[in-house]
């Protein structure tokens, strides 16, 4: 999304960010149940003092946030397999943080693990900041005491926008994640088949404690490499090499998926899922987004947006204001357009703007199942 420094601090309803809101869920679940459930935010090199900076505005509010950072690994060379820094101090550029896998080790020596277990917490609820589905659910707290469940990874159904999704797979008899990354050429449409893989992590993970301080003293946890091809600035080849925090399921015991509703996953990987968050079509409860009562169908509307959106500078100024879409099923908008103030979008909407044609979307148009081209003719679909 073109975005610098943290994702957490990007604006996405009412005024608010990813941040704000689940400050907004956390002090709610607080001041409802009288308890002190803590904030953990685990930040990169790239975010840390970003992240820092932001979180003093809450400084006055009743809510413990504690920040820990994770590891900086060198990249590497693709050619020759040489490091790219050649010194601890090189450029930021040429270091990476190593995936959310590094969660556990970073967790164990910031020493964040020994200081929730001496206040005697034993849960840790795991979600990525940009999913906005991801709130403290007690009944899923309360499965994972009654199986006795080391680990619990949410699942959810898999649809045609999810086919990258990692999945949950039986390998010599015991549970284990599978990214698509791990998966050979050959097989990759196998992978992304609906029908032979019908559901894919959320990465919300649910984690007991004393488990894992148990696991990484005594097994240590060992996670599949996921090797990531990058390109630099100045055009080399670089690998990283990653790991994801849902591998870690095959350490513990009883660890299993539980499939949930789909919005316990709403991320924002790109400015068509930003709308879709920013319009009328959620409201917010406590932080938490609740699909609006007037909306028809259970569904949200399927939104592409073209390059021209791609960038979050750009999308903020192709909209004056975000459209009203309570009554819509599809939006396709390609190339130069810009929308007014006011917009209603009903029905199917595919507004498409050839090269060298701008559209204007004027102030107060409603566009109900219409196609707009480049000259501005409408017509009926």
């Known amino acids: 999304m073109g975005m610098t420094g943290a994702k957490s601090a990007l604006e996405v309803k009412d005024d608010m960010t990813f941040l704000d809101l689940t400050v907004r869920q956390i002090e709610h679940l607080n001041t409802t149940n009288r308890v002190d459930v803590p904030l953990i935010l685990m930040t990169s090199f790239n975010t840390h003092e970003d992240t820092l900076r932001i979180i003093k505005k809450y400084a006055n509010q009743q809510l413990r946030i504690t920040t820990f950072n994770q590891s900086r690994y060198p990249r590497i060379f693709k050619e020759s397999l040489l490091p790219c820094p050649k010194r601890a101090d090189d450029d930021k550029s040429n270091w990476?943080?190593?995936?959310?896998?590094?969660?556990?080790?970073?967790?164990?020596?910031?020493?964040?693990?020994?200081?929730?277990?001496?206040?005697?917490?034993?849960?840790?609820?795991?979600?990525?900041?940009?999913?906005?589905?991801?709130?403290?659910?007690?009944?899923?707290?309360?499965?994972?005491?009654?199986?006795?469940?080391?680990?619990?990874?949410?699942?959810?159904?898999?649809?045609?926008?999810?086919?990258?999704?990692?999945?949950?797979?039986?390998?010599?008899?015991?549970?284990?994640?599978?990214?698509?990354?791990?998966?050979?050429?050959?097989?990759?449409?196998?992978?992304?088949?609906?029908?032979?893989?019908?559901?894919?992590?959320?990465?919300?993970?649910?984690?007991?404690?004393?488990?894992?301080?148990?696991?990484?003293?005594?097994?240590?946890?060992?996670?599949?490499?996921?090797?990531?091809?990058?390109?630099?600035?100045?055009?080399?080849?670089?690998?990283?090499?990653?790991?994801?925090?849902?591998?870690?399921?095959?350490?513990?015991?009883?660890?299993?998926?539980?499939?949930?509703?789909?919005?316990?996953?709403?991320?924002?990987?790109?400015?068509?899922?930003?709308?879709?968050?920013?319009?009328?079509?959620?409201?917010?409860?406590?932080?938490?987004?609740?699909?609006?009562?007037?909306?028809m169908f259970e569904t949200t509307p399927v939104i592409k947006l073209g390059d021209h959106f791609k960038k979050i500078q750009q999308f903020q100024k192709r909209f004056k204001k975000i459209p009203r879409i309570i009554e819509l099923d599809h939006l396709t908008v390609t190339g130069d357009v810009y929308f007014g103030r006011n917009v209603t979008l009903r029905g199917t909407v595919i507004v498409v703007a050839n090269e060298g044609q701008r559209i204007d979307i004027p102030d107060g148009c409603i566009l109900e199942n219409r196609l707009l081209s480049g000259n501005l003719n409408m017509i009926e679909l």
């Open 96 to 295: 990476y943080p190593p995936g959310h896998g590094d969660l556990y080790n970073a967790l164990m020596h910031s020493g964040v693990l020994d200081q929730l277990l001496a206040e005697g917490k034993e849960y840790l609820f795991v979600s990525n900041s940009d999913n906005l589905g991801a709130v403290v659910d007690e009944s899923i707290l309360q499965h994972m005491i009654d199986t006795q469940a080391e680990f619990i990874m949410e699942v959810t159904d898999k649809t045609k926008a999810d086919i990258k999704g990692g999945t949950l797979i039986d390998y010599e008899g015991s549970i284990r994640l599978l990214e698509i990354a791990q998966v050979p050429s050959e097989h990759v449409e196998d992978f992304k088949s609906v029908r032979k893989f019908k559901i894919f992590n959320t990465n919300n993970l649910w984690i007991n404690l004393r488990a894992l301080k148990r696991i990484m003293e005594t097994e240590g946890l060992e996670l599949e490499i996921i090797i990531n091809p990058k390109t630099t600035d100045d055009g080399h080849a670089v690998i990283q090499l990653e790991t994801a925090a849902g591998a870690a399921i095959k350490h513990f015991k009883n660890a299993h998926g539980i499939n949930v509703p789909r919005k316990r996953f709403l991320p924002v990987k790109s400015c068509s899922d930003l709308l879709l968050i920013k319009s009328d079509i959620y409201s917010l409860q406590h932080g938490q987004l609740v699909i609006n009562e007037n909306r």
